[in-house]
């Protein structure tokens, strides 16, 4: 699969609130409310890798959840496969937020 050119990264994270473009990788940090929330939010996101086929770094600390997509097996650049896994990545969170307001 082909890197995509910084251009492409950059239109493309136009649609991916909170996420960047370092050390050659799509990341982001998420704060939730709970360890319970970001171990939610975590599950989602590995269930959605393991369909994909592409899994993201992950580091946990309490409530923050980081992020960070590259394809590895394609020499740790960034590809069409981290770009949609960053928009999944941000669809699950958005549906666990707005859940978590609906109990409110």
Known sequence: MAGLTDEEISA???SLPGWQYQDSALCKTYYL????DAIALVNGAA??????????????????????AQ???DGNIVTQRDIALA??????????????ADMD
């Open 47 to 68: 269930e959605c890798a393991e369909e994909m086929g592409h899994h993201p770094d992950i580091d946990i600390r309490y409530n923050r959840v980081f992020f960070c």
């Open 71 to 73: 394809t590895h097996d």
């Open 87 to 100: 928009g999944e990545i941000e669809r699950i969170y958005i549906s666990l937020t707005e859940a978590a």
């Open 12 to 14: 493309a994270l136009q």
């Open 33 to 36: 409310n709970s360890f319970s």
